[in-house]
């Protein structure tokens, strides 16, 4: 059973425009969520995180909102860059588990 | 700083051969954990280590060993391949573990087993 699901498996946005890649989760005991940004060929590296204490966190470009009541995070990147094309990886994790647990990613492709 | 390297980037293995895995880091984070990605899947948690000396299964360890001898190493052992590992495994660590914390990934080892 997925605890984390991304059910986008790709999304296509033109250079400049607002991207929006979306996250939802089953397991009500996650308190901290994260956004992870993968090229081919390299290992993931964070982006931006949020804790279920709060509902919005930006860093720059980049913002995550959590809705806790529909179980649902989004990441928001304005504007969209040519380098913002990589897999994203939202993932999440309740306090004292062993490691993260991953949704399947979302394949990010920016337009010129 | 090199952070989290792996080796080998790439190995090809015939079924029934073992081999190790290699991973270490400089940063003198106490926690290292190895994950697998297949294809359409998400990263999953074959093992982890909170220390030297301490080990632990995480989601899908069988046929996996793993060793902490030291800080910064956490090698992964394939004893007897099986085309069902073929993936690629991503080293990851943490200055003391993955709750409310970030995990540093190593580039990846892309493993074929025949």
């Known amino acids: 059973d997925q605890q984390v699901k991304q059910n986008s498996p790709s999304l296509s946005v033109q250079e400049g425009r607002i991207s929006i890649l979306n996250c939802d989760y089953t397991?009500?005991?996650?308190?901290?969520f994260l956004w992870y940004k993968k090229y081919p060929a390299e290992g993931p590296t964070f982006l931006i995180s949020?804790?279920?204490?709060?509902d919005k966190n930006e860093d720059g470009r980049f913002t995550v909102f959590l809705n806790k009541s529909a179980k649902h995070l989004s990441l928001h990147i304005v504007p969209s860059q040519p380098g913002d094309s990589a897999v994203y990886f939202c993932a999440a994790i309740e306090g004292g588990a062993d490691g993260l647990t991953f949704g399947k990613g979302t394949h990010l492709i920016i337009q010129p | 700083n090199a952070g989290v390297t792996q080796t080998p980037k790439f190995q090809v293995l015939k079924t029934g051969q073992s081999m190790t895995l290699q991973c270490a880091q400089d940063m003198n984070h106490e926690y290292m954990s190895w994950y697998r990605q297949d294809p359409g899947m998400g990263l999953r948690l074959i093992h982890y280590s909170v220390g030297a000396g301490i080990t632990d299964q995480g989601e899908v360890p069988n046929g996996y060993n793993v060793s902490r001898s030291t800080t910064e190493d956490f090698p992964l052992r394939l004893l007897s391949a099986a085309p069902s590992q073929t993936s690629v495994y991503f080293c990851?660590?943490?200055?003391?573990?993955?709750?409310?914390?970030?995990?540093?990934f190593g580039s990846g080892t892309q493993l074929s087993v025949l």
């Open positions: 397991n009500s005991m996650f308190d901290y």
């Open positions: 990851a660590s943490t200055p003391s573990g993955p709750t409310n914390e970030k995990l540093f």
């Open positions: 949020i804790s279920s204490i709060k």
